[in-house]
């Protein structure tokens, strides 16, 4: 009997720049183990600000963050995942 991988939605940023959040997702979508175990479905949330730009309450910032959270209700909506993994830092 064929063991089906399961559905993973996995949100998080990607690199560049290079920092904590995003050498662990870095990590999580390059691991051998991880891709065997799951059928990974990735939603980059990666802003191209600076550091200083992403903690301050902005329309850019608001922006973002809508548009992140459409493209991880689309992922529900397309991949239906059994698992939801949000990362944040």
């Known amino acids: 009997?064929?063991?089906?991988?399961r559905s993973l939605v996995i949100v998080g940023p990607i690199a560049p720049p290079y920092g904590g959040p995003e050498k662990i997702m870095e990590s999580l979508l390059g691991s051998r183990a991880f891709n065997a175990l799951f059928e990974i479905h990735h939603v980059n949330t990666h802003?191209?600000?600076s550091n200083e730009q992403r903690s301050r309450v902005r329309v850019s910032n608001l922006l973002y963050n809508a548009r992140d959270f459409l493209n991880l209700v689309a992922a529900i909506v397309r991949h239906r995942p059994?698992?939801?993994f949000v990362f944040l830092s």
């Open 1 to 5: 009997m064929e063991s089906r991988k």
């Open 82 to 84: 059994q698992t939801v």
């Open 47 to 49: 802003k191209p600000l």
